[in-house]
């Protein structure tokens, strides 16, 4: 798939496609940093990981199958017990249209169905404990303002002041993982400022594909990937890149 053509950057493809923006505000993001965050990661009980072998074998390409279970995860919260997988596949590939060049799946094998099922039930049953920890509510694609270049997006969930992000892969949490929920923590904080909002104070990163989870508190990541910078200091440098690049342009 091809990436298309944008007039504003979205935070997610920020984090992804243009690190260096980031790298400057947290220079200490490295891979010691990083491996000592996995370290804390756990599993929910009762949970199990997807099967490794039918995610291998799928003949749908893994964003799109994993797409397919965020969208099943959604559709269930919203009080569909059994969604139809005509309906997930309509989610699916719009969200994946926003980006790539996605196509319609020509079917779902019974294996994909039950790695997308598997994955989505998952995710369900951690965010309803989550919320009932809170005792708050899901909130489903909750806002991510933009400024200047970078447009306004939206991240996957949140339950009172806790972001939640979801990536299904098979590896442990990453630095552009780190980046994008640093990038959205700035962003939404800028706002915050500006409209008197409540901001949020901790990140949950999921992998349900693999019940592989991370409590992240802002402050602390904001601290340990910085040069010891506060949370004001941090917007300003970053309004300052982005200004400093639209002026450039």
Partial sequence: MTHKRLPFR??????RDIPG????LFPRLSGSLVAALNRDAYSYAGLTPVDTELVEQSQLQKAMLFELAIARAELILAGQADP??????????????RHYDARKPDGIAGSDQEVAQHAAQNLVSI???VSQTQGSQIV?????????W???????????????EVKHTDRNFIAGDFRQILMYWLLKYSSAIERDEVVWSECLLLN???NYCLAVNFDKLL???????NRVELCEALRSIVEHDIARR
Avoid at 84 to 97: F, G, M, P, V
Avoid at 140 to 148: F, S
Avoid at 223 to 229: E, G, I, V
């Fill in 10 to 15: 979205d935070p997610r493809t920020v984090a």
């Fill in 21 to 24: 923006v980031l790298d400057v």
């Fill in 84 to 97: 139809k997988w005509d309906d997930c596949i309509a989610i699916a590939l719009a969200r994946q249209s």
């Fill in 127 to 129: 965010l309803k404990r």
């Fill in 140 to 148: 489903r694609n909750p806002v991510i303002p933009g400024m200047g």
């Fill in 150 to 164: 970078i447009a306004s997006g939206t991240g996957d969930f949140s339950i009172g002041k806790v972001l939640v």
């Fill in 208 to 210: 349900p594909r693999r």
């Fill in 223 to 229: 601290q340990s990937a910085s040069s010891n910078s």
